[in-house]
């Protein structure tokens, strides 16, 4: 039987917390996306390791028997990996993203830190972990879109954008130049997954509906998942102006969307992550946004 380090990693969060909204906020995932996998990791073990009851959580025999070795598990895998980092180049970063970030923010700081010996990778993260993979260390930074999806988790905007709506060719609204969002207020959207948290909230306007809960049409983990769903008729979706270009096809329309606030694209990391080159790499990038956005 085969279980996700990210599985583990979930219990020993509930278990040392004894709480799923404070586990979930250190997880960087939401309450009901945490409660979801824990039962699932529990129906797959076919034990019970928590006893939930109004207020409290309580570990279960089992629950107690498996905590201190799901601790060596995971420390081994953080030892492991520490290891392979060490045996590489004396700089190595992984950034994480979840979306095409073009705009040419990183290509040529990045370029630069190459050229200076470093290696970075960039990794692709699907939307169900709105961290980008700074929850479980597999990412050192991240390009990601604000809200964060935690307290532990630091972040510099590098730019700010319009929302636009992607629609399918032949929407009612195609055809105008720009679209108020109070008529596409009550449309299908597309969402994120429950666990990206705020960031669903953000795509779907939610503070922009007067209390009004938006209508899902369908949820989507990745940007070929969002665009699909938006040709096939299952809802419309909000996007950055930067990703406008990114995501043409000859089946979609984009209109600037009046009536909501613009979106932030940031470079995020581990507040507890003092690391030298981690700062370096924010400022470099952060300079880069400042001067995009003067000049």
Known sequence: MDVHLRDLRYFVAVAE???????????????PAL????RALERQLGLELLDRRPGRVTLTAEGEALLPRART???AWQDALGAARAAGPAVALTVGMQTAVGRDLQRDVLSGFRERGW??????VAWEDPSAGLADGSSDLAFVWLPLPGRNLAARTLTRERLWVALPAGHRLAARPEVDFADLADEPFVALPRSAGPLRDFWLATAARDGREPRV?????????VFEAV??????????????????????????VRGLPEAELAIA???????????????????????????
């Open 17 to 31: 917390e004894r709480h799923f909204t404070r586990a979930a906020e250190r997880l960087y995932v939401s309450q």
């Open 35 to 38: 409660s979801k996998q824990i």
């Open 73 to 75: 598990l995971l420390a």
């Open 119 to 124: 290696q970075i990778t960039l990794r692709l």
């Open 217 to 225: 049409g369908a949820e989507a983990a990745s940007a070929d998942e």
């Open 231 to 256: 040709v096939s008729g299952q809802g419309v979706v909000l996007i950055a102006e930067g990703n406008v270009s990114l995501y043409q096809r000859p089946d979609l329309v984009h209109r600037p």
């Open 269 to 295: 990391w581990r507040a507890d992550d003092h690391r030298s080159e981690v700062a370096e790499l924010v400022a470099a990038l952060t300079d880069r946004g400042r001067r995009r956005r003067a000049g």
